[in-house]
């Protein structure tokens, strides 16, 4: 077991967490589920099926354009309710509500190794390096990283949310080193580590972003041009293990309801994709200037309205106030202590504030600007990267100068901790993401 | 300030100020808007905090320099037991105007350039505007001050883009263009002594012993194997007194002490890079080592001692403020350390080597400037390397 130190980074300290000792609640039973499209950034949807349809729990959803064996398959046996469209006739949402019954589609677990994994529909729970999207089969990845850790503010435990499933986690090692000729990595975190044959161990030291697999996988093996790597967490490494032993995929899972908004921040058992006021239930403290309900973390997280879906990757959802301080006067000069800020410039330092729980609401807290501190992405990206030259790249659309500069190594996810702290509210993971989109096509 | 805001929105009757009104509501009220996309939370710091603290690590250099122009004006006019107050209050007199026409012209140039791009008024000029009368001689004609900071901010900012786009740093050319334009007026005896009274205040006779040139320009003109630097008064001047700061010179230059303050305040609250402080400090001192090594009488500045380099004439003000402008500076780590090197290596040659000028710190700052992106290309490169081999060696 090798360990890497990361120094890099900051952990944020938000209030609102889950208490350890905290009892789990039982489980919601969510009348509709719904997909969201978007979560599985890369996958070109194609319908399987109609509204009206009547689905299983593993039955397929749609498929992508291109490669049609990657499906995105239904959380819970019922019936298609509504296909929702937006613009332009894109797909935002497909509602199933649930029939209460627990047909399941069965795998076939004879077939070969790559097919069955991509039958489950687990296939877009993972991720590849480059560019951020669902992995393309037919590529054999030069290694796969896991994550056994989610470092972003407020994430619950991956062990506790897979803790059901983690007697898998082995089978789950077994089948993904069928389909790569290089090693799967796992990454702990420190005082986590669990033995896991065929798979080379690691413990992570450090703050956020160390739990994101990019991080680790750029500071064991970085991804060079050519090279493909896949990225997954640990739930889903004990998911497929599951479903490879089972013949089922388990669409439980349980989500961490955290954030200062929240009167008692816990964790609750539910299905993917369930509805966001089954979950909360009334457990939001009313605030003046309103409250923002997120999907996922506060830094990489989507925004959610209350009667929402909870979104990939289904484990966690943030509350905070959306204006905690109107009209506040002269912010820029304030000397409170309670103005929250990682950096030395304000009183938060002085008053020994910066590594304790924080309020934070979702104001932007100034204009944008010029990238001019210096520094301040690459503090917070523990890669070998020039991260602002590599924005700079990435803004002027320069494709030599963003292979040079590591662009097939980074996700928007590995950014969005060095746009929180950025003095020039730049948005770097549109940006990121944005450059890889382009660049993606202009490779293809 | 909402019952106005119609008024200032396109349509409105004063729609012309728009940027106007938005950058006076953004600097009085914490803007309320929140992210729409990408991370849910901001840190609390912004660019006009950030502004903020390098002003208030400017503010000790401005106090000693307002006390300082007093006092080397009570020197040369033989009073010099006048009081502190009075001449802090004659220092006050003489340096304000100069700070009202800096901020005015430039700002001026700022909101009309907002306007026209109708963009935010950006708050990059808050220090630029505060730099320049701490830089300029001060008895310097206020219209050349206006009009050398006019052309500064149009064509060493605007042009470039703004705030975080210009390549050379803005108040260095008002210094410069200053400087190259109107020479007699910026060297010699005249520049750095205000002789006039300040609004009436203060007049009186040159004393006899009279002598406005700063310790540095008497080096220049050294004649003989020992150095004599001599105060307005033609009292000795001694290196503490450069320390503390007592000699002529440009307002905020002249006091190391007060500097220092400004340099703790930059480094421990993380605004200016160490690297490059640290570096321009240890260019300084190896490369006036090496001339100390070799004195000659030719180049009598070769004859001060390393110490002496740092604490007279602009070194320790450029080194603190200006070398660490993080968008003229190079932005890479090594970068910085090679990029502050030579300026403090170059600000002593020139100083040394070239006897037209008795301060090399502005130029050799500007020049670095120009040099600042190649450093970082050339670190930047390294990187790439060290990607590209690796892609190879597998």
Redesign the interface.
Known sequence: MATIKLHKGFD?K?KGSVATDAPLQDRVDSKMCAIIPDDFHGVTPRLDVKEGATVKAGDPLYHDKEYPAVRVTSPVSGTVKEIKRGERRKIESIVIECDGEDKHHELDLKAPVLDTLLESGLWVMMRQRPYDVVPVPGIRPRDIFVTAFDSAPLAPSLIMVAEKQLSYAGKGVEVLSKLTDGAVHVCFAPGQEMELKGAQCHTVHGPHPAGNAGIQAANIA?V????VVWTLDLVTLCRIGEAFSTGKVSYTTRVAVTGQSVEHPQVVEATMGCGLADLLNGNIVPNEGGN?I?NGN????T?AEENGWLRAPYRHI?V?P??S??????????LNPN????????T?WLAGKRHKECD????????E???????EYDKMLPM???A??LIKAIISFDIDKME???IYEVAPEDF?LA???????I????IVREGLDRMRAEMS | MDNLKPHFKPGGKLAKLESVYDGMESFLFTPNATSASGVHIHDGNDLKRTMITVIVALLPCLLFGMYNIGLQHFLAIGQPDAGVVSMFIFGLLALLPVIVVSYGVGLGIEFISAQIHHKEIQEGFLVTGLLIPLIVPINTPLWMTAVATAFAVIFAKEVFGGTGMNIFNVALITRAVLFFSYPSKMSGDAAFVKTDSAFGFGGGQMIDAYTGATPLGQVATNVGDTLTMTGVDGSQLSLCDAFWGTIAGSPGETSVACILIGAIILLVTGVASWRVMLSVFAGGLAMGALAHALPSATYPASMLDPLAHLCYGGFAFAAVFMATDPVTGARTHTGQFIYGFLIGVIAVLIRVYNSGYPEGAMLAILLMNAFAPLIDHCVVSFNIKRRLNRAKAK
């Open positions: 944020l938000l970085p060079n041009k050519g090279d923002r997120i506060v830094l990489t997280g925004k943030t905070i959306e204006i301080k109107k009209d506040e006067f002269m912010g820029w000069a304030s103005r929250y800020s990682i950096y030395r410039l304000f938060t934070m609401d979702a104001r932007i807290k100034g204009g600007r010029a990238i001019v501190c210096l520094d070998d990267i020039y602002e030259f040079q500069l590591g969005a746009e929180y702290a950025d003095t020039s509210k948005e770097l993971q549109r």
